[in-house]
């Protein structure tokens, strides 16, 4: 894994729980994970898929940055898909 998708995933399951993790980080530590990413969702709703489990998550807007909640829904679900730092 690169260093860079590595930090992006250890921010995610730091306490206390970040709200400075840019979403584009996130997409591509997904996509180097072999998760599905998809933005053809109605408004801002993107759908992740890895290892047959879909969350749904809000793309981030104005800011590029996650918010608190964001990221604590994403922990809990890289973490039903066994993915840990």
């Not at 400075?20 to 996509?31: C, Y």
């Not at 053809?40 to 940055?65: M, T």
């Amino acid at each position: 894994m690169k260093r860079k998708y590595q930090k992006t995933l250890e921010a995610i399951f730091s306490h206390p729980i970040s709200s400075n993790i840019k979403w584009a980080d996130v997409v591509a530590m997904l996509n180097a994970f072999g998760a599905e990413v998809d933005e053809s969702r109605e408004g801002s709703r993107v759908a992740i898929i890895l290892d047959g489990n879909i969350v749904i998550q809000h793309k981030p807007h104005p800011s590029p940055n996650m918010d608190k909640g964001a990221v604590a829904s994403l922990r809990k679900f890289l973490t039903d898909c066994g993915v840990k730092p």
